[in-house]
C-alpha cells in the first residue's frame, strides 16, 4: 500500500482538503480591496461555462487526479479552477490562459486518466447502501460487510478505513447524526470542521492518533453517508485521497448505474465545448424577513439598484451604515429577533442556489469579527448565539468572488444587533428572552437569497 500511495503522492495525484470554518477573531478594521476587472480570467470562465455540466465536472475532476485542483466538483468555475488550469498548462508548456480545449483538454484527460489507473480507483454503487462512491483499490485492498449495514473497505494494514452507511425512511434523521458526529465525548478528540444545511451536512475530526471524515445526506429513500477514519501515520498521503473519494460520493444515484462488484473500467474523458446555459449564480446576498413584506440585508448603498427576492422586485426603502431595508411583497412571516451579545460559540444562515439554506458554525472570541467563506451570499448574513439571540449580521463583502470547493475563508466585520436595532426602529420589535427560535431550521425559514439584476 506504501509503495502504491508513494508513487501516487510523487505524481500529485492527492489533494489538501480545504475546511469551510466559521470563527470569529479580533482583527484591526481594514478597507476592502477594490475588486479589478481580469480579462483573462472572465475569458477562461466564459469558454468554461459554454460546456454542459457534465463536461464542466469531468474537468475539475481531471485537474483533481492531477494535483492541481483542491476542491469539489461542482461545475462552477472561479480562481480556483482558474489557477489549476494554468497550472497544468505551465507544467505541460502549453498557453496559461486557463482555458482547455482540444489537444490541451485531452492532454489533462490522458494524464487524469493514468494516475485513476494507477490508483485502480474505481467508481460504483455499493451494492449494501446504494450509494454511489469512488474506491482506490490500490490502497484499500480489503473488503467486507460493516456493523451499521453498509460495506468497509481498508488498506492491508487496517490503517484506512472507508464506511458507507444507509437508513431507511424513519430509522433516523439529520438532526440526530449531526448531534451524534459532533458530541465530542473524549478528552483526546475534537471537530476540526462542520458544515450542514437542511438536509446535508459534513464533520471532520482528530484524535491524537487518527483523523476522521462524515458525510451524510438524507432524501426519499432515507439517509446515506460515508464515514472515513484513517491513521495520522498515513496521514500525509491519505489527507489528499478523501477528496476524491467524497467527489465521487452520490448518495441516491439512479437504479441503472453498475454495483461495485461489476464496477468497469474509467472511459477516457473527451473535451466537450458545445454550447449551454451558464449554471445558476450565487444569490448576491442574504436577507433576514424582520417584519411582514421587509427584508433586512448588509449591502452598500449603490451596490445593487434593483434587488430580487424570490423572483419579485423589491424597493429599497432605506440604507445606513451598510445596512439596507427592502420592501417585497408576499414574504414569509417575519423571524421573531432576540438582541444577543458575544457568545462563545456561533452559527450563520447564509443563503445558496436554488433557495436552500446554508448554516457554519464555529467558536465566537469576540463581537467584532467573523471569519467567513468567501462567497457571493454571505454579505447580511445573520449570526445567531446557540440560544437563539441575534449576534450581529456579516457586513457587506465589496470584494464578492465565484470559489469553487469548499470556500477559503476570510475576516470580516460584524454589524452588532445594537446596530441593527436601531436601523430598524419601529420596523421589528425584540423580545428581551424565551420567544425567539433557537435551532438553524426554524431560523432558516426566514431566510433569503437577494439577486441583482
Known amino acids: 500500500m506504501e509503495t502504491v500511495m508513494a508513487s501516487l503522492m510523487t505524481r500529485g495525484v492527492f489533494l489538501v482538503f480545504i475546511g469551510l470554518a466559521l470563527s470569529v477573531h479580533t482583527v484591526s478594521a481594514q478597507a476592502p480591496a477594490t475588486p479589478v476587472a481580469d480579462p483573462v480570467f472572465n475569458a477562461a470562465k466564459a469558454e468554461f461555462e459554454r460546456m454542459d455540466e457534465?463536461?464542466?465536472?469531468?474537468?475539475?475532476?481531471?485537474?483533481?487526479?492531477?494535483?492541481?485542483?483542491?476542491?469539489?466538483?461542482?461545475?462552477?468555475y472561479g480562481k480556483m479552477t482558474f489557477r489549476a488550469t494554468q497550472a497544468f498548462q505551465k507544467r505541460s508548456k502549453l498557453p496559461e490562459d486557463g482555458i482547455l480545449t482540444g489537444k490541451g483538454r485531452l492532454a489533462l484527460a490522458t494524464a487524469a486518466r493514468g494516475i485513476r489507473e494507477q490508483a485502480q480507483f474505481a467508481v460504483a454503487v455499493d451494492p449494501r447502501t446504494k450509494a454511489r462512491i469512488g474506491i482506490p483499490r490500490a490502497v484499500l485492498t480489503k473488503n467486507s460487510d460493516n456493523p451499521s449495514g453498509g460495506t468497509r473497505w481498508q488498506s492491508a494494514d487496517e490503517k484506512i478505513t472507508v464506511d458507507s452507511i444507509g437508513y431507511g425512511p424513519g430509522?433516523?434523521?439529520?438532526d440526530s447524526l449531526f448531534e451524534r458526529a459532533t458530541n465530542v465525548k473524549t478528552p483526546d478528540r475534537k471537530v476540526t470542521y462542520k458544515f450542514r444545511n437542511e438536509a446535508?451536512?459534513?464533520?471532520?475530526?482528530?484524535?491524537?492518533?487518527?483523523?476522521?471524515?462524515?458525510?451524510?445526506?438524507?432524501?426519499p429513500e432515507g439517509i446515506r453517508g460515508i464515514r472515513i477514519g484513517y491513521d495520522k501515520s498515513v496521514s500525509a498521503q491519505f489527507d489528499r485521497m478523501v477528496i476524491a473519494i467524497v467527489n465521487s460520493f452520490e448518495p441516491f444515484p439512479g437504479?441503472?448505474?453498475?454495483?461495485?462488484?461489476?464496477?468497469?473500467?474509467?472511459?477516457?474523458?473527451?473535451?466537450?465545448?458545445?454550447p449551454t446555459a451558464a449554471p445558476s449564480p450565487l444569490p448576491f446576498a442574504t436577507g433576514l424577513i424582520v417584519a411582514k413584506g421587509r427584508v433586512l440585508t448588509a449591502l452598500p448603498a449603490n451596490a445593487c439598484a434593483n434587488p430580487v427576492i424570490d423572483g419579485k422586485a423589491a424597493k429599497i426603502e432605506r440604507h445606513q451604515d451598510g445596512l439596507m431595508l427592502l420592501a417585497v411583497e408576499n414574504t414569509a412571516e417575519p423571524l421573531i429577533l432576540r438582541q444577543g451579545a458575544a457568545a462563545n460559540e456561533v452559527f450563520a444562515v447564509t443563503a445558496a442556489v436554488g433557495g436552500r439554506r446554508?448554516?457554519?458554525?464555529?467558536?465566537?472570541v469576540s463581537p467584532e469579527t467573523v471569519i467567513v467563506p468567501l462567497m457571493k451570499s454571505a454579505s447580511g448574513a445573520p449570526l445567531f448565539s446557540r440560544d437563539g439571540a441575534l449576534i450581529g449580521l456579516i457586513?457587506?463583502?465589496?470584494?464578492?468572488?465565484?470559489?469553487?470547493?469548499?470556500?477559503?475563508?476570510?475576516?470580516?466585520?460584524?454589524i452588532p444587533t445594537a446596530t441593527v436595532q436601531k436601523f430598524l426602529g419601529g420596523t421589528a420589535s425584540f423580545v428581551d428572552s424565551g420567544n425567539a427560535p433557537t435551532d438553524a431550521a426554524s431560523q432558516a425559514r426566514h431566510i433569503v437569497g437577494i439577486e441583482c439584476r
Open 54 to 76: 457534465p463536461a464542466r465536472k469531468a474537468l475539475q475532476d481531471d485537474l483533481v487526479w492531477t494535483g492541481d485542483y483542491n476542491g469539489i466538483t461542482q461545475g462552477v
Open 171 to 174: 430509522d433516523t434523521d439529520i
Open 395 to 414: 457586513a457587506p463583502m465589496t470584494d464578492r468572488r465565484d470559489i469553487d470547493g469548499l470556500l477559503p475563508t476570510a475576516p470580516r466585520q460584524i
Open 255 to 274: 437504479t441503472t448505474t453498475p454495483t461495485v462488484a461489476q464496477a468497469p473500467a474509467l472511459p477516457v474523458v473527451k473535451p466537450a465545448v458545445q
Open 358 to 364: 446554508i448554516v457554519g458554525s464555529g467558536q465566537a
Open 200 to 219: 446535508f451536512f459534513v464533520v471532520t475530526g482528530e484524535t491524537a492518533t487518527g483523523k476522521s471524515f462524515t458525510r451524510f445526506e438524507s432524501g
